[in-house]
């Protein structure tokens, strides 16, 4: 298939199980996709594009063809820092959209376009107008997971990276935080400003319950539960660490401890399956229907031939706002650094061996 020999192909079979099979991928499956990540690192390499990949996609993005592998607040800043011509983002649409706000002059381009997110479609911008009026008084937060129109809307945006510390550099004492529930009410427990929030939803992580973490607790001896903060408030007061991707992926990375339950969605435990070995991923997790609408053949089809919709374009009326809505995070939490949170400022970010 494209004209690989044996060899190239033996070689990048070799070479893809030599990760992959920590998250159970056999030979032969490698064989299978070795040439489709031989044809799209060719033809990134020949178009100067950069993949990203959020710790949410499947093992053969990350591991088989992804430059940078991470968080979306390390992510994004790699869109914006990065000397490419396009970028390819296997991730969901707001993911695309924030990449394209930052990085006005590169192509990026979205490999499944309909992959949306439940807490993205939650809000639209004319609520976040309509909300404005009501709190003329407050700093309006959006979290990252929302369309470029609503981050024009609002003053600054965040991520589950940095949320704390914007809602503690907020120069007002009332904060509008949108659109998740949740991450409101998490994030009311543990600062002395008024939040107000909105009743969006992550539908992976209000799956998660308080007494089947109890039960996993009971069942392996010194487990490390670490939650994502899109989930419910109960949920999160039974974690010992509640956080976003990136800072799981660093408590796994600095813990002597060897077994985890990763409250979040299945891609980043077979994320960390393959980078850790030695430890082991137990538990429950969730699968996002919208993350998991990317694979190696439509990553392949948007570099060979993008369809229009595959190619990210903000209308011009919503840029100017949306990139000051995200310039401004890097520039409040610069100033408020999280001691907590190590990738508070910069996000997490993992440059790939992929060659
Ligand atoms: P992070 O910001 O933690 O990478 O998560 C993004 C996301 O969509 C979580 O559901
Ligand atoms: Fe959106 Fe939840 Fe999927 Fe993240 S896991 S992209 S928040 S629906």
Not at 293 to 299: A, E, N, S, T
């Amino acid at each position: 298939m494209f004209g690989y020999s044996q060899e190239a192909l033996g070689a990048e079979s070799d070479r893809l199980h030599q990760a992959l099979r920590h998250a159970g991928w056999t030979p032969s499956e490698c064989g299978l996709i070795a040439p489709l990540t031989l044809r799209i690192r060719d033809l990134a390499r020949q178009q100067r594009a950069v993949i990203l990949g959020h710790s949410y996609q499947t093992p053969d993005i990350l591991f088989g063809v992804a430059d940078y592998r991470g968080d979306s607040l390390g992510l994004s800043r790699i869109a914006r820092d990065c000397d490419a011509d396009t970028i390819v983002f296997c991730g969901v649409r707001f993911m695309g959209e924030t990449a394209k706000v930052l990085s006005p002059t590169k192509r990026v381009l979205l490999p499944n376009p309909d992959a949306g997110c439940s807490l993205s479609e939650a809000i639209t911008g004319e609520d976040v107008r309509r909300l404005r009026r009501m709190h003329p008084d407050a700093t309006f937060v959006c979290y990252v997971n929302t369309s470029a129109e609503v981050k024009a809307a609002c003053d600054v945006c965040c991520t589950s990276a940095n949320a704390l510390a914007i809602v503690e550099a907020a120069p007002t004492d009332h904060v509008v935080f949108l659109p998740d529930t949740f991450m409101a009410r998490n994030l009311a427990a543990m600062t002395t400003k008024r939040i107000t929030g909105f009743d969006g939803r992550c539908i992976v992580h209000e799956t998660f319950s308080a007494e089947a973490l109890a039960a996993w607790r009971e069942r392996v001896p010194g487990l490390r539960i670490l939650v994502h903060t899109e989930s419910p408030p109960e949920v999160v007061a039974a974690a010992d660490l509640a956080g976003g991707t990136g800072d799981m992926v660093d408590y796994v990375r600095r813990s002597p401890d060897t077994s985890f339950m990763l409250v979040t969605e299945c891609g980043l435990a077979d994320r960390m399956r393959v980078e850790y070995p030695d430890k082991s991923f137990v538990g429950t997790c969730a699968l996002c229907p919208h993350m998991k609408r990317i694979d190696l053949r439509r990553v392949l089809q948007v570099l060979e031939a993008p369809r229009p919709e595959q190619i990210v374009q903000i209308p011009p009326e919503v840029q100017a706002g949306a990139a000051a809505a995200i310039e401004r995070m890097f520039e409040w939490t610069a100033r408020g650094q999280d001691a907590s949170r190590p990738h508070s400022n910069a996000g997490e970010v993992h440059r790939s061996s992929n060659p």
